[in-house]
């Protein structure tokens, strides 16, 4: 099966970028010689001795390294080391991660709600539109003095979350800072690059056509009679495993909370400034958006506190977060940016902290990011060296775990949650920002070593993302790939990853290989809690895709 490597030999499943730090991960502690072949030739273009790593305790084995990077000449090449069979074809080729980042793009086409998708776009995973969300319910919890519960409202548009259909504010809010940054930061990458989806070819780059239809979607979240924003948009349960114009149950917009409107002002703001410049193409899209963000945060200052409690008839997702500070932090970085007030950079000072590996539920290192150059913004010198130290501070002490970690990975047992791989790619989006900086080359090496994990280089030997690499997972959780016919999964979207804690055991009809932190991944469609796919994992995975490609040297 897919989950079952043959040789302990890891490496990058898509290969590596001719100038890129290259290393492989052999699973021994016995020392060897290992050779490097062209694939079909003998003779030995690199030689040496793998280094032992030591061992490494999510995973309970040793490790030795082979470092590959004097191979720079593109091409297709095996490993050899003495006593085991030769590896996997390793690859070095200078557009390694190009594909991947648009593949993880183009995922996001194939989620999205109330549109069907055609054969010329979606090729196999062609269907039909689900989920119009024309007649979108106002929940009892949702209910206000203008919209009554059990009135209808029009929020058509939006992704599917993640393998169920629900749309979520919150998630959107990480997922889309993390797309619009990505083009905010790498445009040379993405300008003029197809993601074969139905607006290529038009005068916008496809990333930010891509994140519209969230955009959009995310617009009609907002009651325009407060500038509250609805926490999420679903179904009372989830539905079965079913295509999406099979599940026709009705859909709510659930209570109004904190921190769906702070996300949604920090999304709005943003993307006001992203989208300013395609004014002709989106007439008022922009003043729109910016009107709206400010809307949000003085709802938000009026209701600071309004957590998201779920109503007893609900059994979706809650992404419930209780602690809004890093939410109110991340807006006025974003509210600051786009209009300049004081007021806001005030407001996000006082709230900075310290910016941490962020998540749906602590986004406050977004905020962060977003504030340094090239943004002309800042007040003054004082607050670039403040913003700009915070996250080379935190990037390199993520790079120093990395350097002392067997695998080369800043992961530690207890970082294996609950979408593991998307930690994963946090982790190398904060040291990518040490190297936007100006940190060293070791920042960018350790940004593809997290990369490497995804695509290959881990102790399961599977690249995590489905359709790209050489063994990747066929049953995701999914309920689109799961209920289609098609038996490859629906291409382009990240497995959540090993989560030992295997919070759907009961729901499981075969058990887990190993409770190991970096091991306890199921390639099975009932696990949800190690192998379905999302939004706010898939995002990273086209940041960083796209960031190591656009900034390892050629
Ligand atoms: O952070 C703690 C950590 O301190 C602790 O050691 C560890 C022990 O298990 O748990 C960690 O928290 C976990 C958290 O994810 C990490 O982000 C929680 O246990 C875990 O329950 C939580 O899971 C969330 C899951 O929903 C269940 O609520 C995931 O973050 C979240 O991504 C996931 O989101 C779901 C939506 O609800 C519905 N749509 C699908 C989506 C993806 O699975
Ligand atoms: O499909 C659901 C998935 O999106 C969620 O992440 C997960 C946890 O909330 O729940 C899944 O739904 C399962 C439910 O929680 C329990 N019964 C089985 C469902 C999967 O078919
Ligand atoms: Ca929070």
Same mark, same amino acid.
């Given at each position: 099966?897919?989950?079952?490597? +043959? ?6 499943? =898509? ?5 890129? /730090? ?9 020392p ?45 090449? /095996? ?21 991947v ?10 989620? !999205? ?31 206000s003095? %203008? ?21 979520? *504010?919150?998630?959107?809010?990480i997922t889309?800072?993390? #797309? ?23 005068? *916008?780059?496809?990333? #930010? ?25 679903t179904?009372? +349960? ?11 149950a ?8 904190t921190?769906?409107?702070? &996300?949604?002002a ?14 002709? +193409? ?10 709206a ?6 709802w ?24 809004l ?11 600051? =940016? ?57 990037? /390199? ?11 080369? #990975?800043?992961?530690?047992?207890? &970082?294996?949650?609950?979408g593991?791989?998307?930690?994963? #790619? ?29 695509l290959? /280089? ?26 289609? %016919?098609? !038996? ?14 295997? +919070? ?39 940041y ?11």
């Open positions: 099966g897919p989950g079952a490597a +043959q040789a302990p030999v890891r490496a990058n499943q =898509l290969g590596y970028p001719p100038a890129a /730090r290259k290393l492989v991960v052999v699973e021994t502690s016995a060897a010689r290992f050779r490097v072949v062209a694939e079909g030739r003998d003779e030995p273009l690199l030689q040496g001795q793998l280094q032992p790593a030591g061992h490494w305790e999510p995973a309970a084995r040793d490790v030795a390294l082979a470092d590959l990077s004097a191979l720079a000449t593109p091409g297709r090449y /095996r490993l050899l080391v003495d006593g085991m069979a030769p590896s996997d074809p390793i690859v070095v080729d200078a557009g390694a991660y190009a594909g980042a648009m593949g993880a793009l183009k995922g996001f086409y194939f989620h !999205r709600a109330s549109t069907p998708l055609a054969r010329g776009h979606a090729g196999r995973w062609a269907r039909k539109a689900g989920h119009p969300d024309d007649k979108v319910l106002v929940h009892a919890s949702a209910a003095p %203008g919209r009554k519960a059990g009135s209808r409202i029009t929020a058509p548009r939006g992704w599917y979350d993640a393998g169920d259909y629900g749309k979520y *504010v919150v998630n959107s809010g889309l800072w993390t #797309l619009l940054a990505a083009w905010e930061h790498y445009p040379e990458f993405f300008r003029g690059r197809d993601a074969g989806i139905p607006e290529s070819g038009d005068a *916008v780059p496809d990333i #930010l056509d891509e994140a519209l239809w969230n955009l959009q979607w995310m617009l009609a979240m907002q009651d325009p009679a407060d500038g509250g924003v609805y926490h999420k948009l179904t009372l +349960q989830f539905s079965a495993m079913v295509m999406p114009h099979q599940d026709t009705p859909r709510y917009v659930m209570a109004k909370s921190a769906a409107t702070l &996300d949604f920090a999304v709005m703001a943003m993307a006001s400034r992203i989208y300013a410049p395609y004014e002709a +193409q989106f007439p008022g899209l922009a003043r729109r958006m910016a009107d963000a400010q809307q949000a945060w003085a938000a200052l009026a209701n600071p506190q309004v957590e998201y409690r779920q109503p007893a008839d609900v059994g979706t997702g809650a992404y419930g977060d209780a602690y500070e890093d939410e109110f932090a991340w807006a006025a970085a974003e509210l600051y =940016l786009l209009t300049g007030e004081p007021g806001y950079w005030e407001a996000f000072h006082q709230r900075a902290g310290v910016p941490g590996v962020p998540g749906w539920a602590d986004v406050r290192a977004l905020g962060w990011i977003s504030l340094p150059p090239p943004l002309p913004r800042l007040p003054d010198d004082a607050a670039r060296g403040q913003v700009r130290e915070g996250l080379l501070q935190v990037a /390199r002490g993520l790079q120093e775990r990395e350097a002392q970690s067997p695998w080369k #990975l800043a992961m530690r047992g207890e &970082d294996f949650v609950w593991s791989n998307a930690v994963v #790619l946090n982790q190398a989006l904060l040291m990518l920002q040490g190297y936007r900086l100006g940190g060293g080359r070791e920042l960018l090496d350790a940004a593809q070593s997290h990369l490497d994990w995804v290959g /280089r881990n102790p399961l030997g599977v690249s995590f993302v489905t359709g790209f690499g050489l063994r990747t997972p066929m049953h995701v959780h999914d309920r689109l790939s799961v209920a289609d %016919g098609v !038996r490859e999964p629906v291409p382009g979207w990240l497995s959540g990853g090993p989560n030992p804690a295997q +919070q759907d055991r009961r729901d499981c009809p075969v058990s887990y290989p190993s409770k190991l932190p970096a091991l306890s991944w199921l390639d099975h469609e009932c696990s949800y809690a190690s192998n379905e796919v999302a939004i706010n994992w898939n995002a990273p995975l086209v960083v895709a796209a960031a190591v490609q656009a900034l390892t040297p050629v």
